[in-house]
Nanobody, 119 residues
């Protein structure tokens, strides 16, 4: 299973970006689709996750600014980021886990997409 992320870039504070992550390969079902981020000299942290069935969770620092959504027919997850601040600058990673056609479990990471917010 592979993940392809897109949508990162440079934006001014207060602006918006939309990230996308498409999963492809031997997918029978998807359990959870999530976004993490890692800023320089900091550990990778969970931003938001969406489990099958629609349950979603957000990190407290999101504060209602970010929205995760999925397009199940395309095995794609999106992250809409609004009211961005310089503190949101980081590499954003997509993480997806699920089951393959042979009942094998898989858990994969994207390569990451850079988000830079200027002040």
């Amino acid at each position: 299973v592979q993940l392809v992320e897109s949508g990162g870039g440079l934006v001014q504070a207060g602006g918006s970006l939309r990230l996308s992550c498409a999963a492809s390969g031997s997918i029978f079902s998807i359990n959870t689709m999530a976004w993490y981020r890692q800023a320089p000299e900091r550990e990778r942290e969970l931003v938001t996750a969406c489990r099958s069935g629609g349950y979603t969770a957000y990190a407290s620092f999101v504060e209602g600014r970010f929205t995760i959504s999925t397009e199940n027919s395309k095995n794609t997850v999106y992250l809409q980021m609004d009211s961005l601040t310089p503190e949101d600058t980081a590499v954003y990673y997509c993480n997806v886990d699920g089951i393959g056609p042979n009942s094998d479990y898989w858990d994969v990471w994207g390569k990451g997409t850079q988000v830079t917010v200027s002040s």
